[in-house]
């Protein structure tokens, strides 16, 4: 089994910053893809950034110039930079990772974290 914790979650006034990290343990054998979702109340989950093994990065469109997706392999995790936070940024955001790990033979999971609350508020 492969988990994700993340951190870095909290409370910023709008213009502010945070910083997000997540890291991935367990037998892994490599990382595919790492990134971040978020969920605001009453709305879907939606990607927010991700990053693959070959260095290609995707965002959305609501945060591209604002925010900055990084991976450390040597550590297994990722960071989400999170600059110019606006009210609308406001929602739980989670780590997603697609990792080929060791447990019972070579398995393939797509991981979740539990998730870190982002409020943008004054």
């Known amino acids: 089994q492969v988990q994700l914790v993340e951190s870095g979650g909290g409370l910023v006034q709008p213009g502010g910053s945070l910083r997000l990290s997540c890291t991935a343990s367990?037998?892994?054998?490599?990382?595919?893809?790492m990134g971040w979702y978020r969920q605001a109340p009453g709305k879907q989950r939606e990607l927010v950034a991700t990053?693959?093994?070959?260095?290609?990065?995707i965002y959305a469109d609501s945060v591209k110039g604002r925010f900055t997706v990084t991976r450390d392999d040597s550590k297994n995790t990722v960071y989400l930079q999170m600059n110019s936070l606006k009210p609308e940024d406001t929602a739980v955001y989670y780590c997603?990772?697609?990792?080929?790990?060791?447990?019972?033979?070579?398995?393939?999971?797509?991981?979740w974290g539990q998730g870190t609350q982002v409020t943008v508020s004054s």
């Open positions: 990053t693959a093994d070959d260095g290609n990065t």
């Open positions: 367990g037998s892994i054998i490599i990382i595919y893809t």
């Open positions: 997603n990772a697609e990792i080929l790990y060791r447990g019972g033979g070579v398995r393939r999971q797509d991981s």
